[in-house]
């Protein structure tokens, strides 16, 4: 027995070198790996942060080009708006299924151009406000489920709600020579008559409100009951609002808060409107300063809150009346044209006075300077002729 413990004994330490031995190699290759991963996110992250910059530089670089060349650019907008607007109501007749793909082309065409003028102007944070919101959802239920009913009433009510009554509270202006104006009232005005021809004048609407080997359903989308036409086109729709609130103030007021304070140039919807209103002293003012100057931003989100739930419930009787609705969309249209003429013949002549004047105070102190110098130079010429004649007498 002795003679077999010896050579058992002998085997067992190699053994327990081996495990020892490769649990160590196990360790260390999980040290690497780790290491591997820590530099992997580390050049990422580093990566990220060189493309935001990169990308930052081009639209400053490409919004400052724009402003070179504003008065050629405003010409080619005005161009481009009247024969686009005079396309989409020649296509709204001739083919109405069509216009949502016209709306999902202009947003992907024109909110990535305004984010790249908004980020020049330090404007960006406009990009988190409700209209943008409601327009990514609007994107999501045409390309993706646009037989979706239930989606189809939660979407109408945005568009027809918050979205279309900021067109005429806040007076939007059609003026097709801004690029910007009319970026900001098709983003209000478009997904308003892209619902309604879904909802009145879409073919395929009408197979769904007449399907063959059936009777008529009463409409599209089929509403049930009072309940669940509140439920959807009210309810919901307030529910994804209040979301949406919840993580605008989260992101604004919260996790960017300290940015925010150390640049008061970076705009905000609040920020704006607070601005205008107190320049105005209007009835927005006076209401937001109800429970004094520090509650404002609370008051502010009541108010909108207000706005909010009064004009959801609106689209409740403006979706059971063809009538109302057709008398609805001509009263956007008709605001957003008449606050544009009067932008044109009051608000522009304003801005064109005050630019020419901020342009002749930069054009002064250069002059003024530049007449210095033409004075310096004869004293000091004079002054070295008279060094050199006593020089020469001397």
């Known amino acids: 027995m002795s003679n077999c413990d010896e050579p058992m004994e002998e085997y067992a330490e190699p053994v327990e070198e081996t495990n020892g031995h490769s649990f160590y ?27 935001k910059e990169i990308l930052s530089k081009q639209a400053v670089k490409i919004a400052k080009q724009a402003e070179e060349h504003e008065k050629f650019i405003n010409k080619v907008t005005h161009l481009v708006g009247v024969l686009g607007f005079g396309g989409f109501c020649f296509l709204l007749g001739a083919r109405p299924q069509d216009t949502r793909y016209v709306y ?84 209000h005005l478009l997904p308003g008559l892209v619902f309604f021809t879904i909802r009145w004048w879409d073919p395929a609407t009408f197979a769904a409100m007449h399907p063959e080997g059936s009777s008529a359903r009463a409409s599209w989308p089929y509403v049930e009951s009072k309940t669940y036409l509140w439920t959807w086109l009210f309810v919901v729709p307030l ?54 100057d520090q509650n404002r931003l609370f008051m502010y989100i009541v108010l909108q809150a207000i706005f909010t739930v009064a004009t959801m419930a609106l689209t409740v009787p403006i979706f059971l009346s063809y009538e109302l609705h057709v008398a609805f969309q001509i009263l956007k249209v008709s605001a957003s044209v008449w606050n544009g003429g009067s932008f044109l013949l009051e608000v522009m002549p ?31 010429t004079r002054l070295d002729q008279s060094l050199h004649h006593d020089a020469s007498q001397t």
Not at 150 to 162: D, L
Not at 253 to 260: A, I, T, Y
């Open 25 to 51: 190699r196990v360790k260390q290759r999980l040290k690497d790996r780790s290491k591997k991963v820590a530099q992997t996110k580390e050049i990422l992250s580093k990566q990220a942060v060189q493309t």
């Open 104 to 187: 999902c082309l202009f947003y992907f065409i024109f909110v990535p151009l305004r984010w790249i003028y908004y980020r020049y102007k330090k404007w960006h944070y406009y990009l988190l406000d409700f209209c943008y919101y409601a327009n990514t959802i609007f994107l999501v239920d045409l390309l993706l489920y646009p037989r979706n009913e239930k989606f189809f009433m939660v979407c109408f009510s945005f568009a027809e709600g918050p979205l279309a009554w900021a067109l005429i509270v806040w007076r939007c202006s059609l003026v097709f020579s801004s690029l910007d104006k009319l970026v900001s009232v098709l983003i």
């Open 239 to 292: 529910v994804a609002y209040s979301l949406w609130q919840l993580l605008y103030f989260l992101i604004v007021n919260v996790l960017r808060r300290q940015r925010l304070l150390r640049d008061p140039e970076v705009m905000t919807s609040y920020r704006e409107l607070s601005k205008k209103a107190q320049k105005a002293n209007n009835l927005w003012w006076r209401l937001s300063g109800l429970l004094g």
């Open 350 to 380: 304003r801005q064109v006075i005050l630019k020419e004047k901020k342009k002749k105070a930069e054009v002064q102190p250069t002059e003024t300077q530049v007449d210095q110098t033409l004075e310096v130079q004869p004293i000091q």
